[in-house]
């Protein structure tokens, strides 16, 4: 019967040998150009995991230098008031100050509620009844109910946009009030609600909702007022529709939560503290950026038991696009600024190329001259900004662009590995094959050999007695 030949062998049938480890050496010995591309694609993946960590610790830079850059964004201030009652913010373009202030009255949105009803009436012709709401400017919105279901009549006002919107509210035994609420705040907001038409309410012959005698309005429309320089011959009236004053000093907000009987004032300080935290952290994040760039290009050297010492270096050592960056970063602080170094104002360059900030020689340059050493920060900001966004910027920045040449060589590598493999994977079959025909030979030589031995045997063997 015919053997069939498949694609595996056992080991040695024949000559004894371990073919498969013959053929795993000649192959692990061929593959060596193999093992050389993978040890080149994970040298390049740990750059790029390099390259990457260093590109999330330049763009946090950059969007705290940016920040910082913005107009008056180192300007900033305190802002203390003597009564609870009011609060307050005061924005960049503030200055220092103070002002009194008495609030008279709270903003309020109109809130009216009507008589009750158990459904919405209906005119002589048994159609619901029409509703207008009039707002403050005197625009007429005239409302018809689709049905005297007061759920309706809540959808009708609703969908009008008549300047006030309504719910339904028990009013106890089965009847329910319409509660209106202005859309608008404050003063502006007011506005009438009439049972009838629009041209009924000019006429004069639409009843005033608010007006029955179980309806209320239970808030009025009116705007927060507050009295400046009370008692002087300057004193004025500002007022808002909400209870927030804008603008009462140049950058100042005041909100009032209750009235005041007597005036409170409000004070404008230098936050000389807040700025100083922003420049402390500009410091921070500049050297966490040249630390990781130092540390990554760090040389090592190790001992051996011999007493042999290797150096070794980082992955950005010798790197100089990586150089760049970090000379870059470092001139974008470390420059004069009006002909004055960075260090008068705190900032201080380390003989290791790193930073340190002297938070009192800071406070000491703010005291002296605040507005030039908020400038010199937003200037050193600024630089830093504009140097970290073209080594960042996903298109043409020199990180990116890095991780990008990186990216497209581990492919290249990639393809040729898997090529490799296909070759590698062929040639393998090719070895076995060729010691399975050897084993296959060396088995026939046997069995012949095996043959003639007992033919020779036969032929020498002394004859049997008959």
């Not at 009439?194 to 006429?203: D, F, H, K, L, R």
């Amino acid at each position: 019967m015919e053997q069939t030949t498949v694609g595996t062998s056992i080991d040695g049938l024949a000559s004894g040998l371990n073919t498969t480890a013959i053929i795993d050496s000649l192959i692990a010995v061929e593959g060596l150009p193999q093992q050389q591309l993978k040890a080149k694609a994970a040298a390049n993946q740990s750059m790029i995991a390099a390259l990457q960590g260093l590109n999330t610790r330049l763009t946090l830079l950059n969007s705290s230098a940016t920040a910082m850059a913005r107009p008056g964004a180192t300007n900033l201030f305190t802002v203390v008031t003597n009564n609870p009652a009011l609060t307050a913010t005061a924005s960049t373009s503030a200055a220092p100050g103070s002002v009194d202030l008495t609030v008279s009255q709270l903003s309020s949105t109109k809130v009216g509620v009507t008589e009750a009803f158990t459904s919405w009436p209906t005119d002589a012709s048994g159609n619901p009844v029409h509703l207008t709401l009039v707002d403050k400017s005197g625009k007429a919105t005239e409302i018809t109910p689709s049905s005297t279901s007061l759920d309706d009549v809540v959808t009708a006002i609703n969908a009008a946009g008549g300047g006030a919107t309504a719910m339904k509210v028990p009013a106890g035994n089965g009847t329910y009030r319409l509660q209106l609420t202005s859309t608008t705040a404050g003063a502006a907001g007011d506005f009438k609600a009439y049972q009838g038409t629009a041209a009924e309410v000019t006429a004069g012959t639409a009843p005033d909702m608010f007006a029955q005698p179980t309806a209320a309005v239970i808030k009025p429309a009116q705007d927060a007022t507050a009295v400046l320089y009370a008692g002087t011959a300057a004193q004025q009236t500002i007022t808002s529709s909400t209870n927030t004053f804008k603008e009462v000093l140049p950058g100042l907000s005041i909100t009032a939560t209750a009235v005041t009987t007597t005036p409170a004032t409000i004070t404008v300080t230098s936050d000389t503290a807040g700025t100083s935290k922003q420049a402390a952290d500009l410091v921070k994040a500049v050297n966490d950026v040249l630390g990781f760039i130092s540390d990554s290009a760090a040389v090592a050297t190790t001992s051996s038991s011999a007493g042999t010492t290797a150096a070794k270096g980082g992955i950005f050592t010798g790197n100089y696009a990586i150089r760049s960056v970090s000379a870059a970063v470092t001139e974008a602080v470390v420059a004069p600024i009006n002909g004055k170094s960075p260090a008068e104002y705190g900032i201080i360059i380390e003989k290791d190329g790193s930073f340190t900030y002297n938070a009192d020689k800071f406070a000491a340059a703010m005291a002296a001259d605040p507005a030039a050493t908020q400038n010199a920060l937003s200037t050193i900001s600024t630089r830093v900004a504009d140097a970290t966004k073209k080594m960042t910027d996903s298109i043409s920045g020199t990180v990116p662009q890095l991780v990008k040449g990186r990216n497209s060589e581990v492919s290249d590598l990639n393809k040729q590995i898997a090529s490799w493999d296909t070759r590698l994977a062929n040639r393998r079959e090719t070895l076995r094959a060729m010691y399975n025909n050897m084993e296959s030979l060396l088995g026939t030589f046997k069995a012949q050999a095996s043959w003639l031995s007992g033919q020779l045997a036969s032929l020498t063997a002394p004859a049997s007695n008959s």
